[in-house]
């Protein structure tokens, strides 16, 4: 809904001009904006309770916008979290993948390589590869359900 024609027909009620009452010459009662020329005319006050009438439906129209942009901002929030949430989950799933399949490898027969610091090929010794299955274990018991 666009509140923008509302909020500005609420405004406009208090900046209203004055109201004049004034009798013609055949005793007609009239009720004008401007008095009328050559003629006798009583202002009519408009009164304190269409001023706080006024003022509580900008009030109430300020409330209902400020309600409709924290409902907004909470579905916003709500949506990031939702989307970081599904994120950190596909982390773990791809972790866990990762993780499995070291492991298999690991227990598989033949020779594992890694590559060292200077960037060259080496084959793990038992003990390196009894070490890497632990790391593997422990991360799948990290990332897998």
Do not use: F
Request: aromatic fraction near 4%; proline fraction near 5%.
């Amino acid at each position: 809904m666009n509140a923008l024609p509302l909020l500005l027909m609420i405004l406009s009620i208090g900046c209203q001009a004055a109201v004049y009452k004034w009798t013609d010459d055949q005793g007609r009662v009239h009720y004008t904006d401007t008095p009328p020329p050559r003629q006798a005319a009583q202002e009519v006050r408009t009164g304190k309770s269409q001023e706080a009438e006024a003022e509580a439906s900008r009030k109430a129209l300020a409330d209902r916008l400020s309600e409709s942009e924290q409902r907004r901002l909470q579905a916003r929030e709500a949506e990031e979290k939702r989307r970081q949430a599904d994120e950190e989950a596909r982390r773990k799933e791809e972790n866990c993948r990762h993780a499995r399949e070291q492991l298999t490898r690991l227990q598989g027969p033949g020779n594992v390589a890694r590559i060292d610091d200077r960037g060259q090929p080496y084959i793990l010794g038992d003990a390196e590869r009894q070490a890497a299955m632990v790391e593997a274990r422990k991360r799948i018991g990290e990332y897998c359900p």
